[in-house]
């Protein structure tokens, strides 16, 4: 009889088991059915493109005739070409000053308007608004502002007896003229700033007040630091959308060379010249390098990003 009884307890833990193992594999399955269209989009959407395009990069391909095959000549020609050295030296001029820049006005702006008083929400929804404005209304509208004849900005220049500058066509002035823009919108990464405010404790505040801290000295010792995470965040994302400016650009236009960003020279090359397998090896440079400097950043955050 204890036999038998073991024998009988050992197979229901193996039907236990058995079950237990079944009920995993369902859910299992069901997780993965769930995410099937995503994965199903990643690989038709994604995946299959991006192994497209390396081989397009290696093609001289004019998107209407057949593309023939010529290896990596179009790598070695656009490292020979003035033009994407210029246009690459006007993208990256252009990110490190205006990466910095924008950080710099959106924490600003943050800290200002973090407190609850009394007609804060009106100042945050109107410092937020240009990041969801269309890039071309905000190129448009800035053409006119900047525009050296007609323009907002000459004309009030003017009534104080100053002759404002070519800002769109003249090369000393074309990088001003964005910088500009980029401060204008820069409150698109308040929310997270805001966010990020929320969350540090006001104990910290109450002590450094209570040790005889002022203002900068909390905002120097205790508001950066604990909001070095979101600083980083942005930093990644500031890089990315430096180095892929074009909306405004192509719109705006610019003095020559000196608005010739690497995205707007990059669509010319395409859709200008329909040099298409040239414009891809552009694509993947431009690719290289965000990634690289992506790394980059990320491996100095352990030196000035605040963790826990």
């Known amino acids: 009889m204890p036999g038998l009884r073991m024998r009988k307890n050992v197979q229901k833990c193996v039907l236990n088991a058995r079950i237990g193992v079944y009920m995993r ?9 769930f995410i099937l269209p995503w994965l199903i989009g990643l690989c038709l959407f994604t995946a299959l493109p991006m192994v497209a395009a ?3 990069s290696m093609t001289d391909w004019d998107i209407v005739g057949n593309a023939e095959f010529v290896g990596l000549q179009n790598y070695v020609t656009l490292f020979r070409t003035e033009e994407f050295i210029k246009s690459l030296w ?3 001029r252009y990110a490190v000053i205006a990466v910095p820049l924008i950080i710099a006005t959106s924490l600003t702006i943050a800290v200002l308007v973090s407190r609850n ?21 905000v190129a448009i509208v800035f053409k006119w502002i ?4 007609y323009g907002l900005l000459n004309g009030i220049l003017a009534f104080f007896h100053i002759q404002g500058p070519d800002w769109l066509y003249d090369p000393n002035w074309v990088l001003p003229s964005y910088l500009i823009m980029a401060v204008w919108g820069a409150g698109g990464g308040l929310l997270t700033y805001l966010a990020a405010l929320k969350d540090i404790p006001e104990d910290l505040y109450g002590a450094a007040m209570i040790d005889g801290a002022n ?11 604990l909001m070095t995470p979101i600083i980083f965040y942005n930093l990644v994302l500031g890089i990315i959308g430096a180095f892929r400016k074009f909306t405004d650009a192509y719109v705006l236009g610019g003095a020559g060379k000196e608005g010739n960003f690497y995205m707007v020279y990059l669509y010319e090359e395409a859709f200008g010249h329909y040099r298409m397998g040239y414009a891809t090896a552009l694509a993947w440079v431009l690719f290289v390098i965000i990634l690289l400097l992506t790394f980059v950043v990320n491996w100095t955050k352990k030196y000035w990003v605040y963790s826990e």
């Open 25 to 33: 594999q369902k859910r299992q399955r069901a997780g993965f059915y």
């Open 54 to 56: 390396v081989y397009i």
């Open 90 to 92: 006007v993208t990256v």
């Open 117 to 137: 008083h009394k007609g804060t929400g009106i100042f945050r929804v109107i410092y937020y608004m240009p990041a969801i404005v269309s890039g071309v209304a």
């Open 146 to 149: 900047l525009d050296p004849s």
């Open 215 to 225: 203002t900068f000295q909390k905002v120097r010792y205790i508001t950066v630091p």
